[in-house]
């Protein structure tokens, strides 16, 4: 079945480094693939999305771009805040049928000052 | 404001007490899902339904039960039959009955089994 593989956490940073968190997947078909951020103590929100190879998408300084020629989504951001420490999580959705959303088991970003 | 909203945000459950975890939304959207969130495994699909009176099994939904009465309302039962239910539960919907991947969060429940 599909899935979503992330680099394991937890990354801790600089204020001002660049982030870069990678992602990988196995699917069938054409998926859509989504990045959501998780705040301590809350529910995720969708952070970007993209729809086809090649697309980026980018929200608040972050950036990730659908490479499926290496079925990856890294996210990357130039300079990170210690505002952005959170859980990332990669996801997909499939193709075709009813269309789930699967997640990655997600990456957790520490910012230090 | 629109959003989803979950209650209770924390729960403590004696071992074989079935509890309801609430979840209502205002955002008029038709798809609502249920998912478990454990340490280092992701989030888990357990119910969702994409339409009034009806819903599907997710991937782990062995242990519960959910109602779709109200299009704003899918409240998530964990029965006693549920073997591992310590963790954190989020609530989520979608516009569209077809899922665009779009999902709409709450801020979730933690249910503690003493």
């Keep these: ?113 | 404001d629109g959003g989803i909203t979950q209650s209770p945000k924390y729960l403590f459950r004696k071992e074989g007490q079935n509890v309801t975890l609430s979840c209502e939304q205002n955002l008029n959207h038709d798809a609502m899902y249920w998912y478990r969130q454990d340490p280092g495994q992701g989030l888990r699909l357990i119910y969702y339904s994409q339409i009034v009176n009806d819903f599907q099994k997710g991937d782990i939904a062995e242990g519960y039960s959910v109602s779709r009465e109200k299009k704003e309302s899918f409240p998530l039962t964990v029965t006693s039959a549920q073997k591992n239910p310590t963790a954190f539960y989020l609530c989520a919907s979608n516009e569209d009955r077809a899922n665009t991947g779009e999902l709409f969060f709450g801020e979730g429940s933690r249910l503690t089994v003493l």
């Design chain 1, 1 to 113: 079945g599909d899935s979503v593989t992330q680099m394991e956490g937890p990354v801790t940073l600089s204020e001002e480094a660049f982030l870069t968190i990678n992602c990988t997947y196995t699917a069938t078909g054409y998926p859509s693939l989504f990045w959501y951020v998780q705040y301590p103590g809350e529910g995720l929100q969708l952070l970007l999305k993209a729809t086809k190879a090649d697309d980026k998408g980018s929200n608040k300084g972050f950036e990730a771009t659908y490479r499926k020629e290496t079925t990856s989504f890294h996210l990357e951001k130039g300079s990170v805040q210690v505002s952005d420490s959170a859980v990332y999580f990669c996801a997909l959705l499939q193709s075709g049928g009813y269309q789930k959303v699967t997640f990655g088991t997600g990456t957790k970003l520490q910012v230090i000052p």
